[in-house]
């Protein structure tokens, strides 16, 4: 009987838990996409809401079409240079509506190549995005930000100091790995799995994309949409810290690679480390990673584990992580602590990280050990932050 009970309960409450984040993740939104002058920008609109806006002004759906290619394809920011579009249309557009990008406030270059921007939004706001060139070949990932600061406080990370500013709006989302490729000249859009540079998105910038799902969700939807960026879904990995309401909705709606910042495997010491623990306790954490959808042998899930010395990085930790991921089609990140201002842990040695991949691997899960990246200019994971304050509300 309570069996059957908390089965029929289960969906209700994690229906309503998902409410509750959604509306509480609205208050934080970020503000409308008009400009002081009227002007309208046109990123991160869906298609839907593009044809709107072009219906507004009398314009028929093909337009829709056509300028979707130009902004997401071609990579155009000026309406002057649609050479497909009429003269006197080119100005009316120009007169309603811009094509924006976020501003780049100041850009830098690590010694191992990675490039961290730090992006301002038009109104003031900050956030960190970090790009990746693979070693080897000319590809990278670009890390994107979800939020500018975040709610949850986990305690190694340095994004976690900074309080939640608000969330990222889907054309700030969009607009930073845009303004990334109009960095590296990455326009047009390179079709389908043709190596590009700048070829995967992880979201694991600053901000949890999971209490800000909705920009998130829409923002994927527009960099996956085959007429424009077009890339693909297995080319884009989320990161959470375990909202698990949201987990089987992203998982469901978008498809997209789940990496799972696990860090702990007693729930006392995940209590501490990702304070989301206690909400959501590591049972429910991997009860929802047995349910994503794209979890299969091709598509494994991530386990992201930070190696703190001392703290978490044990043979006996090692052996505990095996047996509660056991038959989850996944892969273990292992990422050495990445030190900050005022940070209080210490990298796990050499042979500890050692061992404790040797357990991951001989148990058959792919052990990575994250090499770091662009340490020396505070952008490697963990290492984000931004002066960006919350405006106290008035008095
Ligand atoms: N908020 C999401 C996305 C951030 S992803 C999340 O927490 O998953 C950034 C990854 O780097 C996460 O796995 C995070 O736990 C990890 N991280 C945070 N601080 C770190 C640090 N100082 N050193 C190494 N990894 C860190
Ligand atoms: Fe937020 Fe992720 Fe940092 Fe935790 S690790 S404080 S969830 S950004």
Redesign the pocket.
């Known amino acids: 009987m309570p069996e059957i009970m908390t089965d029929l309960t289960v969906p209700d409450l994690t229906m309503a838990e998902r409410e509750r984040i959604l509306a509480k993740s609205a208050l934080f939104d970020p503000p409308g996409v008009a400009l002081a002058d009227g002007r309208r920008d046109l990123i991160g609109l869906s298609r839907a809401e593009l044809a709107a806006e072009l219906a507004a002004i009398g314009e028929p759906a093909f337009r829709a079409k056509q300028l979707w290619h130009w902004i997401y394809h071609q990579g155009a920011t000026d309406f002057s240079r649609m050479s497909s579009i009429a003269r006197p249309l080119q100005e009316k557009l120009a007169e309603k509506f811009v094509i924006a990008r976020p501003e780049v406030a100041t850009e830098q270059t690590s010694a191992d190549n990675t490039r961290k921007f730090l992006f301002r939004f038009r109104d003031g706001q900050e956030a960190e995005t970090v790009y990746i060139p693979d070693r080897m070949e000319d590809r990278g990932a670009v890390c994107i930000s979800s939020q500018v600061g ?1 709610t ?1 406080s ?1 305690r ?5 100091t900074q309080t939640l500013v608000r969330n990222l709006g889907a054309a700030e989302i969009v607009g930073q790995f845009m303004a990334a490729r109009d960095a590296y000249g990455e326009w047009p859009s390179p079709k389908g799995e043709t190596p590009r540079l700048l070829s995967t998105i992880v ?7 999971l209490y800000n799902y909705a920009n998130v969700a829409k923002a994927m939807h527009i960099v996956m949409d085959n007429e424009g960026i077009s890339l693909s879904r297995r080319r884009i990995t989320l ?3 375990g909202v698990v309401p949201m987990m089987d909705r992203a998982g469901a709606e978008l498809g997209i690679n789940l ?3 696990l ?1 702990a495997v007693r729930d006392d010491l995940r209590d501490e480390l ?1 304070p989301l623990n206690r909400k959501y306790p590591i049972a429910e954490l991997i009860a929802a990673c047995r349910r994503y959808p794209a979890a299969s042998n091709a598509r494994r899930i991530t386990f ?1 584990y ?1 190696m703190l010395r001392g703290v978490n990085d044990s043979e006996a930790d090692a052996r505990e992580l095996v047996r509660l991921i056991a038959g989850i089609p996944a892969k273990v990140n292992l ?6 201002p005022g ?1 209080a ?1 210490q990298t796990s040695t050499r042979p500890a990280i050692a061992r404790f991949a040797r357990i991951v691997n001989d148990a058959g899960f792919a052990s990575p050990v994250r090499d770091p990246r662009g340490r020396d200019i505070l952008a ?4 984000l932050r931004t002066d960006s304050r919350r405006a106290r509300p008035a008095a």
Do not use: D, K, R
């Open positions: 975040c949850l986990c190694f990370c340095h994004t976690g979201l694991m910038g600053m901000g949890e994309p990161s959470t810290s990496a799972v910042s860090h990702v992201e930070v990422i050495p602590f990445n030190p900050w940070s842990y490697a994971c963990g290492q």
